[in-house]
Every structure is written in C-alpha cells, then in structure tokens.
C-alpha cells in the first residue's frame, strides 16, 4: 500500500508559478514510475509529466518549457515546479505511482486544485 499526500495547489494570476509536491509513504526508490496528471472539468484525466521506470522524465507537450518534475530521495517526495501558468492549466492535479511487485500496483494521491485567473 502507498499513501500520496499532495499539497501547494491555490489560486494564482496567469502568468505566475506554483510548486505541487507528493509525500509518498513508500521509498520512491521502490516505485517504477511517479508522476503528476490532471483533470480539468468535462475533460478526461491527462499526463502532465512523469519519471519513468528507467529514470527518465516525460512532459506533456502543453507544459514542456514552462513546468518541471522533480523528486529528492530523502524526503520521498515529487515535485511539479508550474512557470508561465495558463488559465487552461486550471486543473485538479494527481499524484500517480506504479508499483510492481509480482503484480502491478497503482496509487492515486486525493488531487490538489490548481485554479489560474486571467
């Protein structure tokens, strides 16, 4: 079982930044792959960005060059740093986590609202 707990969703002007983060109550060193989707009202969920089971980082094309996934070891947590926000970034945020122990597991943080004004 792995408990996600995100936090820094708000309201921000366009244009502004914020920092998402995702406490994970499992080592992330055992999680194949993490990341950040949303979900915006009427649409379907969507990956933002995400580390993948090799290491590597993913970015939606909607968000290369303006937001950056990140992790720190120490703290078992994930970072989505948002740059340049758009009000069509507006979104409930998740976190998402793959473990893969004989089977596949799949954990789903509660969501953080991130509401950008124009």
């Keep these: 079982q792995v408990q996600?707990?995100?936090s820094g969703g708000g309201l921000v002007?366009?244009?502004g930044s914020l920092r998402l983060s995702c406490a994970s109550s499992r080592n992330i060193f055992t999680i194949n792959t993490m990341g950040?989707?949303?979900q915006a009202p009427d649409k379907q969920r969507e990956l933002v960005a995400a580390f993948t089971s090799n290491g590597s980082t993913i970015h939606a094309d909607s968000?290369?060059?303006r937001f950056t996934i990140s992790r720190d070891y120490a703290k078992n947590?994930?970072?989505l740093q948002m740059n340049s926000l758009k009000p069509e970034d507006t979104a409930v945020?998740?976190?998402n986590a793959e473990v893969v122990?004989?089977?596949r597991y799949e954990y789903w943080g509660q969501?953080?609202?991130v509401t950008v004004s124009s």
Excluded: I, S
């Design 63 to 65: 968000v290369k060059g």
């Design 36 to 38: 950040w989707y949303r």
């Design 4 to 6: 996600l707990v995100e």
């Design 77 to 79: 947590t994930v970072y």
């Design 13 to 15: 002007q366009a244009g």
């Design 93 to 95: 945020y998740y976190c």
């Design 101 to 103: 122990v004989k089977h």
């Design 111 to 113: 969501g953080t609202q």
